[in-house]
């Protein structure tokens, strides 16, 4: 059975600073990961997706990567701001047939950005 | 982007009374949506996959006959709580594979609150 794990569970830095989110899974037979954010009481927004022959992704102020073989991805977001304070969730679906789409979560990391 | 709409966003009963929860893809068809649910301060924990025309998949541990879901057309999947009692009282948040795209677009969620 997959699991996945984020550390650190919480997060809080000053606005500017540089960071790191890691995630690691048990089962290295995936088809992709995801990173999501979450805002409390809202639902979730994809940020960025790695396909299991990647071994990373960029949008923005984001770069994710995508260590399959340790079964590691880390979500790195520079120049943090404020308005970057949300939960982040990695996600792995799990390699074809009927699993295809079934994504398992990790526990999420809550980060905080003050000003 | 794609869009997924989740309907109430939220919604409070009483204990022994049914409540349906309707997800809507919005711009796209999606013969199949995910089912999941977050308990406060946990991470997403998948329910049920959704098959448009077919009976939904559930996991293990899920009752069936308690969390009734509906995948009647290509853009609407339901999910009907029966008998609800103060413990399914949680955030429950669905969602569906864009075709043609591996990334999960998920709705905004539903907070059921069972007094």
């Known amino acids: 059975k997959q699991e996945v794990t984020q550390i650190p569970a919480a997060l809080s830095v000053p606005e500017g600073e540089n960071l790191v989110l890691n995630c690691s899974f048990t089962d290295s037979a995936i088809y992709n990961l995801q990173w999501f954010r979450q805002d409390p009481g809202k639902g979730l927004t994809s940020l960025l997706l790695i396909q299991s022959s990647q071994r990373e992704q960029t949008s923005g102020r984001l770069n994710a990567s995508l260590d399959k073989s340790s079964g590691r991805s880390t979500l790195y977001i520079a120049a943090s701001q404020p308005g970057d304070s949300a939960t982040y969730l990695c996600?792995?679906?799990?390699?074809?047939?009927?699993?295809?789409?079934?994504?398992?979560f990790g526990q999420g990391t809550i980060l905080t950005v003050h000003p | 982007g794609a869009v997924v709409s989740q309907h109430p966003s939220w919604v409070i009963c009483k204990s022994g009374t049914s409540v349906k929860i309707e997800c809507r893809s919005l711009d796209f068809q999606a013969t199949t949506m995910f089912w999941y649910r977050q308990f406060p301060k946990q991470s997403l924990m998948l329910m049920a996959t959704s098959n448009e025309g077919s009976k939904a998949t559930y996991e293990q541990g899920v009752e069936k006959d308690k969390f009734l879901i509906n995948h009647a057309s290509l853009t609407l999947s339901t999910l009907t709580v029966t008998s609800a009692h103060p413990e399914d009282s949680s955030f429950y948040i669905c969602?569906?594979?864009?075709?043609?795209?591996?990334?999960?677009?998920f709705g905004p969620g539903t907070r059921l609150t069972v007094l």
């Open positions: 996600a792995v679906s799990d390699f074809g047939g009927t699993s295809y789409g079934k994504l398992t």
């Open positions: 969602s569906a594979p864009a075709g043609g795209t591996d990334t999960q677009y």
